[in-house]
């Protein structure tokens, strides 16, 4: 199965707010509410900000949010800090049974 | 604290195998699943597979069937994934991650530090 498609990168200036895309099919992102979120900073362990479309762990930031329409799903980030500044994936089910990650976005802080 | 603690780095020639560790504490191990994630240089991440700690049931990424074996020690709350007949496309950092819930879905709240193995001949 193909990865998940993301847009390569995304920018935005501190306060603003960002949506990032993840693009599926009925096969993963539309059929099954198990899209997660993950951060990643350069050298560093991925990190999970959302699970479940929309779920944010505990210690994860409420100006993480997560989304789902049809086979997309969007992760917004709201006042947009310096500290964002990271790559971001996404990861959804699918009728494999098994998951996989999408393309993956770097986010810029202007 | 939950911490996942994995081996250190590894080289490897092409064709030989890798044994990565994955050692996990202040949570009940066999709770949770562990999932092993890796990621070449520059590029993104790629599942591998799933194990449950509960059972030792697996589930594999279809590219990696047959050449990856992920097993656990419940005694000493150690995860493990053999990869073997390695290439160099193998080259890059594998990561174990506690995964939640009954399955594969990559809902992984912890992750350890990574193992960089590189395969050079």
């Known amino acids: 199965q193909s990865a998940l498609t993301q847009p390569a990168s995304v920018s935005g200036s501190p306060g603003q707010s960002i949506t990032i895309s993840c693009t599926g099919t009925?096969?993963?992102?539309?059929?099954?509410?198990?899209v997660s979120w993950y951060q990643q900073h350069p050298g560093k362990a991925p990190k999970l900000m959302i699970y479940?479309?929309?779920n944010r762990p505990s210690g994860v930031s409420n100006r993480f949010s997560g989304s789902k329409s049809g086979n997309t799903a969007s992760l917004t980030i709201s006042g947009l800090q310096a500290e964002d500044e990271a790559d971001y994936y996404c990861?959804?089910?699918?009728?494999?049974?098994?998951?996989?990650f999408g393309t993956g976005t770097k986010v810029t802080v202007l | 604290q939950v911490q996942l603690v994995q081996s250190g780095a590894e080289v490897k020639k092409p064709g030989a195998s890798v044994k990565v560790s994955c050692k996990a504490s202040?949570?009940?191990?066999?709770?949770?699943?562990i999932s092993w994630v890796r990621q070449a240089p520059g590029q993104g991440l790629e599942w591998m597979g799933w194990?449950?700690?509960?059972?030792?049931?697996?589930n594999y990424a279809q590219k990696l069937q047959g050449r990856v074996t992920m097993t656990t020690d419940t005694s000493t709350s150690t995860a493990y994934m053999e990869l073997r007949s390695l290439r160099s496309d193998d080259t890059a950092v594998y990561y174990c991650?506690?995964?939640?819930?009954?399955?594969?879905?990559?809902?992984?709240?912890?992750w350890g530090q990574g193992t960089l193995v590189t395969v050079s001949s």
């Open positions: 991650a506690r995964e939640f819930g009954i399955a594969a879905r990559l809902r992984t709240d912890y």
């Open positions: 202040g949570y009940t191990f066999t709770s949770y699943g």
């Open positions: 194990i449950s700690a509960y059972n030792g049931n697996t």
């Open positions: 009925s096969s993963d992102v539309g059929g099954y509410n198990y």
């Open positions: 479940d479309v929309s």
């Open positions: 990861s959804s089910y699918t009728s494999s049974s098994t998951p996989h």
